[in-house]
């Protein structure tokens, strides 16, 4: 099976933004000598926790020193930006990497309401309207912005008709050696997503490290119902899980503390901050409350040694009727660990290897 690299490019502790940014160039180089087949950064906004924000911007810098790894977005979340805007910037991506190059496009906001609002230049104000102040959700016109991207990356581009007959063509850039709208990828943890990608005949990613259930009729659905089309004439899928895995279980399970905690944070509704490191650290804010939600999360991660790690992964896939999972490598940091590395991460990047490779 191939095994890909989930990154919302942690924040632990003291870190920095560039600390943690050099973590994960550290971390991609990584995944790139050991041949994981892709490696996509995430897309979230105003969280302690998380540097990752602008997938183009990170992965024009994070992939500088790769060779082979796919680099993409899991994922640009639309609704927050011009579908011409990010037609670009993965036109610009495929001119520097060629068809190394993935966009994985989500519908979620990635945020809070609040920043939510200033991601869509309404910041104070209580909702977006159109140019007739009618109040709109982006998220409504997803579908057709989706089409947009894929029309602007083609070759042929986009036209807009306009008054007389007229038409003006848009195109996300002059020319390139590759067509960037063949590797165009829809995200979700819904059955709205897999339909949708079906109906489009695109490639769908599952967001199980997200959602925790609901995987197999996603998947099923995208399969039945999906229509080939210019983009694939099969359908094309893959999962992603949460994994933490060392040389002892005891030892994966402390290391997954710190991103157990965060999670559960974000559920019991506390303030939030940067990850907490391996240790005391995380032991002291680990509320009875933060417990209870974190044993519950725990229940849909893959956390333990090596060996039992695969055999988990082979699992899943299996049940997904996939060839592929994406991991989000989430083991914490220890307190004296430099700040530009993250050693547990490329640590599972490494036994998983050894094991499934």
Do not use: C
Request: no cysteine; charged share 20%.
């Amino acid at each position: 099976m191939k095994l890909s690299i989930l990154d919302l490019v942690p924040v632990r502790g003291e870190q920095t933004t560039s600390d943690a940014l050099r973590a994960s160039k550290s971390f991609v180089e990584k995944a790139d000598a050991l041949g994981y087949t892709r490696y996509w950064v995430a897309e979230h906004h105003n969280m302690p926790a998380i540097a990752s924000s602008h997938p183009a911007v990170e992965l024009m810098h994070l992939g500088q020193n790769t060779k082979q790894i796919r680099l993409g977005s899991g994922g640009v979340m639309l609704p927050n930006h011009a579908p011409y805007s990010v037609a670009e910037q993965f036109s610009l991506l495929a001119a520097v990497y060629g068809d190394r190059i993935d966009l994985g496009i989500g519908r979620a906001p990635g945020t809070d309401p609040f920043t939510r609002m200033a991601m869509w230049g309404h910041l104070g104000d209580g909702q977006v309207v159109n140019r007739e102040g009618q109040p709109v959700d982006p998220v409504e016109y997803f579908p057709q912005h989706v089409m947009d991207i894929l029309r602007l990356l083609s070759p042929e581009g986009l036209d807009v008709e306009l008054f007389g007959d007229r038409k003006h063509t848009l195109r996300a850039t002059p020319k390139l050696e590759v067509n960037p709208a063949a590797q165009v990828w829809l995200l979700g943890s819904s059955n709205y997503s897999s339909q949708l990608a079906a109906a489009l005949g695109l490639p769908y990613v599952f967001a199980n490290h997200f959602a925790g259930r609901g995987a197999q009729q996603a998947m099923q659905l995208y399969r039945d119902q999906f229509e080939a089309g210019q983009f694939g004439s099969q359908p094309r899928s893959f999962m992603t899980a949460n994994v933490v895995v060392a040389e002892t279980e005891e030892e994966a399970w402390s290391l997954a503390q710190p991103f157990l905690y965060q999670m559960a944070n974000l559920r019991v509704g506390a303030p939030m901050r940067s990850m907490p490191t391996v240790g005391r650290e995380t032991d002291e804010v680990m509320s009875a409350g933060h417990r209870a939600v974190a044993d519950k999360l725990a229940q849909t991660y893959i956390i333990g040694t090596p060996k039992d790690a695969a055999r988990q992964l082979r699992e899943l896939a299996a049940e997904g009727g996939v060839d592929e999972v994406m991991m989000q490598a989430v083991a914490g940091g220890y307190p004296d660990e430099d700040l530009g590395s993250s050693v547990a991460r490329e640590r599972t990047l490494e036994l998983l290897a050894e094991e499934l490779f």
